[in-house]
């Protein structure tokens, strides 16, 4: 039995429909992303399984349980980290962990011990007895995910555990929930917006757009299933008729679009396609304005599937954290 | 100019697309105009005078068909028969009745024989508007009493010169004393406003509800939670206010312990009762925005008509119909008895009992009302 088993899930508000019957299993001890751009359904669905809002159609189950049928068993057995901060600013970090193991009746003679480790582990410990409006966003997600964990669950649901963070910020997060997972044998499963994020850090990713899951496999996977390892991107002046042709029509090219001017062109040979595209655009007496070449990502993966790009890609492209993290 | 006039712009729009401040800014007003125009100044009318007759005779019975004509038309108080005296002033110390009006046992005898028939009009002083108007009323039929006797054109055998004697039951009591029990109630409302109302759905806003929602805790144990949480702070204000307002107004033996008691559960009775009713306000409300507009409204529609600062009896019926369910009224008038007549639970055992309903079914529609979903 999978930890999380969504079947055909759906919710509607009216006559909008916000997930559209999506099924996917979680088994025991993943990273499950659900990636896709802002209004994709994902908060929605993860509500869905979090008992904050109640299907329309369709079922899911958190350990055996239904979330509509048994949402105080469901409610037990998670941890919860929602997009927004819910720990009270006014508090200490110490003393919204221990309000919330009164919540989730940890037994007393358990709960200082508890929140002891867990501010260790969340590296706060220097902080507990400070109030959450002094600390950072980075350690407020970072107490957050320690207050998902204070009644030690087996399944956590984070909902985009690191939006607004620095870079430095979101590599802490993921380096503590990477850790948190095999300390804890945890099953993960969490929303997010962030390409690197996904690729990084989750076993598997369900890509969702518009409602729809469009595409479920490990970053890996999902990345050899669409033609060209390589993505180039070059934009030319001026861009004659028949150009799109050309292009296609280059060595190892698999695949171009053409988007606002920008050619995205998939090739199975990265360095052979430059030097390719730099002579032929010679030969015809056009100018390359712009051109990098790049491994396949999650965005084109997206892009793919879709035929839209994830609208963070640019921002992505600001902040390159791929050299600071390395996946275990 | 032009930044100025970009900077006026945005906030006209975002006024405009705030309907609920458009409503309420212009509404809280109106609702003072109203409320406080005719919480003032009224005519008072419909007291409670209770009549011992010990006399019986035919100068008592006149008198007291004097007072069924003031009854019927005048309406300035209802005369209501009593044949125990003691009954009578029980009545009165517990506030059931506004004053008595003894005829002693020889006013006919005395009227007769003209040496000084006198009646006795004992009041409830503790409100010196009704008190005045009782003591005004009674005077002028006093005096009408005996103009009416010697006025029909026929000289009287005897000339009546019945005289009224006006006992005090409590001694002089401050206007500052006599805001003391609306004040005590308006702390606990302002405590269930601002740390019961207001933070609870800021709160929300905030998303900090998420957080609790995701746990086990069960819908009653939420509610309870917020509510106790918002009474228990409005019972620290009332308790505050009380101890402090019985200092600064000269209550004398503020300390006593059997009032301190009673007070305490009257504040206790009076939190549980407003935290009930802001709970049921906003069960359902998302916008930080509600609670501070309606704030203004709410303590004007409940305070005024409560009796607080001018006598109900002075008010318009329709204005009477909202302090009948007002809850400000029961508190009000239980902390006047507690504070300004030290009487016991049984002065103000129907007001504990209407709070501490009106808590329970309030209580019982808001936790209906109330989402354990998002």
Same mark, same amino acid.
């Given at each position: 039995?999978?930890?999380?088993?969504?079947?055909?899930?759906?919710?509607?508000?009216?006559?909008?429909?916000?997930?559209?019957?999506?099924?996917?299993?979680?088994?025991?001890?993943?990273?499950?992303?659900?990636?896709?751009?802002?209004?994709?359904?994902?908060?929605?669905?993860?509500?869905?399984?979090?008992?904050?809002?109640?299907?329309?159609?369709?079922?899911?189950?958190?350990?055996?349980?239904?979330?509509?049928?048994?949402?105080?068993?469901?409610?037990?057995?998670?941890?919860?980290?929602?997009?927004?901060?819910?720990?009270?600013?006014?508090?200490?970090?110490?003393?919204?962990?221990?309000?919330?193991?009164?919540?989730?009746?940890?037994?007393?003679?358990?709960?200082?011990? *508890?929140?002891?480790?867990?501010?260790?582990?969340?590296?706060?410990?220097?902080?507990?007895?400070?109030?959450?409006?002094?600390?950072?966003?980075?350690?407020?997600?970072?107490?957050?995910?320690?207050?998902?964990?204070?009644?030690?669950?087996?399944?956590?649901?984070?909902?985009?555990?690191?939006?607004?963070?620095?870079?430095?910020?979101?590599?802490?997060?993921?380096?503590?929930?990477?850790?948190?997972?095999?300390?804890?044998?945890?099953?993960?499963?969490?929303?997010?917006?962030?390409?690197?994020?996904?690729?990084?850090?989750?076993?598997?990713?369900?890509?969702?757009?518009?409602?729809?899951?469009?595409? &479920?496999?490990?970053?890996?996977?999902?990345?050899?299933?669409?033609?060209?390892?390589?993505? &180039?991107?070059?934009?030319?002046?001026?861009?004659?008729?028949?150009?799109?042709?050309?292009?296609?029509?280059?060595?190892?090219?698999?695949?171009?679009?053409?988007?606002?001017?920008?050619?995205?062109?998939?090739?199975?040979?990265?360095?052979?396609?430059?030097?390719?595209?730099?002579?032929?655009?010679?030969?015809?007496?056009?100018?390359?304005?712009?051109?990098?070449?790049?491994?396949?990502?999650?965005?084109?993966?997206? *892009?793919?599937?879709?035929?839209?790009?994830?609208?963070?890609?640019?921002?992505?492209?600001?902040?390159?954290?791929?050299? *600071?993290?390395?996946?275990? | 100019?032009?930044?100025?006039?970009?900077?006026?712009?945005?906030?006209?729009?975002? $006024?405009?697309?705030?309907?609920?401040?458009?409503?309420?800014?212009?509404?809280?007003?109106?609702?003072?105009?109203?409320?406080?125009?005719?919480?003032?100044?009224?005519?008072?009318?419909?007291?409670?005078?209770?009549?011992?007759?010990?006399?019986?005779?035919?100068?008592?019975?006149?008198?007291?068909?004097?007072?069924?004509?003031?009854?019927?038309?005048?309406?300035?108080?209802?005369?209501?028969?009593?044949?125990?005296?003691?009954?009578?002033?029980?009545?009165?110390?517990?506030?059931?009745?506004?004053?008595?009006?003894?005829?002693?046992?020889?006013?006919?005898?005395?009227?007769?024989?003209?040496?000084?028939?006198?009646?006795?009009?004992?009041?409830?002083?503790?409100?010196?508007?009704?008190?005045?108007?009782?003591?005004?009323?009674?005077?002028?039929?006093?005096?009408?009493?005996?103009?009416?006797?010697?006025?029909?054109?026929?000289?009287?055998?005897?000339?009546?010169?019945?005289?009224?004697?006006?006992?005090?039951?409590?001694?002089?009591?401050?206007?500052?004393?006599?805001?003391?029990?609306?004040?005590?109630?308006?702390?606990?409302?302002?405590?269930?406003?601002?740390?019961?109302?207001?933070?609870?759905?800021?709160?929300?806003?905030?998303?900090?509800?998420?957080?609790?929602?995701?746990?086990?805790?069960?819908?009653?144990?939420?509610?309870?939670?917020?509510?106790?949480?918002?009474?228990?702070?409005?019972?620290?204000?009332?308790?505050?206010?009380?101890?402090?307002?019985?200092?600064?107004?000269?209550?004398?033996?503020? $300390?006593?312990? !059997?009032?301190? !008691?009673?007070?305490?559960?009257?504040?206790?009775?009076?939190?549980?009762?407003?935290?009930?009713?802001? $709970?049921?306000?906003?069960?359902?409300?998302?916008?930080?925005?509600?609670?501070?507009?309606?704030?203004?409204? !709410?303590?004007?529609?409940?305070?005024?008509?409560?009796?607080?600062?001018?006598?109900?009896?002075? $008010?318009?019926?329709?204005?009477?119909?909202?302090?009948?369910?007002?809850?400000?009224?029961?508190?009000?008038?239980?902390?006047?008895?507690?504070?300004?007549?030290?009487?016991?639970?049984?002065?103000?055992?129907?007001?504990?009992?209407?709070?501490?309903?009106?808590?329970?079914?309030?209580?019982?529609?808001?936790?209906?009302?109330?989402?354990?979903?998002?």
């Amino acid at each position: 039995m999978a930890d999380i088993e969504v079947q055909q899930i759906t919710k509607r508000f009216g006559k909008f429909t916000a997930v559209d019957q999506i099924s996917f299993n979680v088994e025991h001890g993943e990273i499950f992303g659900l990636l896709g751009p802002n209004g994709a359904g994902k908060s929605t669905l993860i509500r869905m399984l979090t008992t904050l809002i109640e299907p329309t159609e369709g079922t899911a189950r958190i350990n055996g349980n239904d979330v509509v049928q048994s949402p105080d068993e469901v409610r037990e057995s998670i941890g919860v980290i929602p997009q927004a901060m819910t720990s009270d600013l006014d508090l200490s970090a110490e003393e919204n962990l221990l309000i919330f193991a009164k919540l989730y009746s940890v037994p007393r003679e358990r709960r200082k011990r *508890m929140i002891r480790e867990l501010l260790e582990s969340v590296e706060l410990e220097q902080w507990a007895d400070k109030p959450v409006k002094n600390l950072s966003g980075g350690m407020r997600r970072r107490l957050e995910i320690a207050r998902g964990l204070v009644h030690e669950p087996k399944i956590l649901f984070l909902d985009e555990p690191t939006t607004g963070l620095d870079p430095v910020s979101r590599v802490s997060v993921w380096e503590m929930l990477s850790k948190l997972k095999s300390l804890r044998d945890l099953t993960i499963l969490l929303t997010t917006h962030y390409m690197d994020e996904a690729d990084k850090l989750c076993d598997r990713v369900a890509i969702v757009d518009h409602g729809k899951l469009v595409a &479920l496999d490990s970053p890996l996977k999902l990345k050899a299933s669409i033609p060209g390892n390589n993505i &180039l991107e070059a934009s030319f002046e001026p861009t004659p008729d028949g150009w799109l042709e050309t292009l296609k029509g280059l060595p190892d090219v698999e695949h171009v679009a053409a988007q606002d001017h920008v050619f995205r062109i998939a090739s199975g040979n990265g360095p052979r396609t430059t030097v390719e595209l730099v002579e032929a655009s010679r030969r015809a007496r056009i100018t390359i304005r712009s051109l990098s070449v790049q491994s396949t990502t999650l965005d084109d993966v997206f *892009m793919h599937y879709t035929g839209r790009q994830l609208r963070d890609t640019l921002q992505e492209a600001k902040y390159d954290t791929s050299f *600071m993290y390395q996946r275990k | 100019m032009n930044r100025i006039w970009a900077l006026i712009e945005r906030d006209l729009r975002r $006024f405009r697309r705030s309907p609920t401040l458009i409503v309420v800014s212009m509404v809280f007003p109106l609702v003072q105009l109203i409320v406080l125009g005719y919480a003032f100044g009224g005519k008072i009318k419909h007291l409670r005078v209770g009549v011992v007759d010990q006399d019986h005779g035919v100068p008592a019975l006149k008198l007291r068909e004097m007072l069924g004509a003031v009854t019927v038309n005048a309406a300035t108080f209802e005369a209501v028969n009593y044949s125990d005296p003691h009954q009578a002033m029980a009545d009165l110390r517990n506030g059931r009745l506004n004053g008595v009006l003894n005829i002693p046992p020889l006013f006919s005898r005395n009227q007769l024989a003209q040496t000084a028939p006198d009646v006795a009009l004992i009041e409830d002083n503790t409100d010196q508007f009704v008190s005045s108007t009782l003591e005004g009323t009674l005077t002028s039929m006093v005096s009408a009493y005996n103009t009416h006797q010697t006025s029909a054109g026929i000289q009287p055998r005897v000339e009546p010169r019945a005289t009224l004697d006006v006992v005090e039951v409590y001694p002089y009591v401050p206007y500052i004393q006599y805001l003391l029990p609306g004040s005590i109630t308006l702390s606990v409302f302002m405590m269930v406003m601002i740390g019961g109302g207001i933070i609870f759905i800021d709160d929300k806003a905030r998303g900090l509800h998420e957080g609790y929602l995701v746990t086990p805790v069960t819908k009653f144990e939420l509610i309870m939670g917020f509510n106790l949480a918002g009474a228990i702070k409005a019972i620290l204000a009332g308790l505050v206010l009380m101890t402090i307002g019985s200092v600064i107004a000269g209550i004398p033996d503020p $300390f006593a312990p !059997l009032r301190i !008691l009673r007070l305490f559960v009257m504040i206790v009775a009076t939190a549980l009762a407003l935290i009930s009713m802001m $709970f049921l306000l906003m069960v359902r409300v998302n916008d930080p925005l509600v609670p501070r507009a309606t704030f203004g409204v !709410l303590n004007t529609l409940l305070f005024f008509p409560s009796g607080a600062v001018y006598p109900q009896q002075a $008010f318009p019926g329709w204005m009477r119909a909202i302090a009948v369910v007002d809850p400000f009224t029961y508190a009000v008038h239980a902390f006047k008895n507690l504070l300004l007549k030290n009487t016991g639970m049984g002065a103000i055992g129907f007001d504990l009992a209407y709070l501490v309903g009106f808590s329970a079914l309030s209580m019982a529609a808001a936790t209906l009302l109330f989402k354990r979903t998002l």
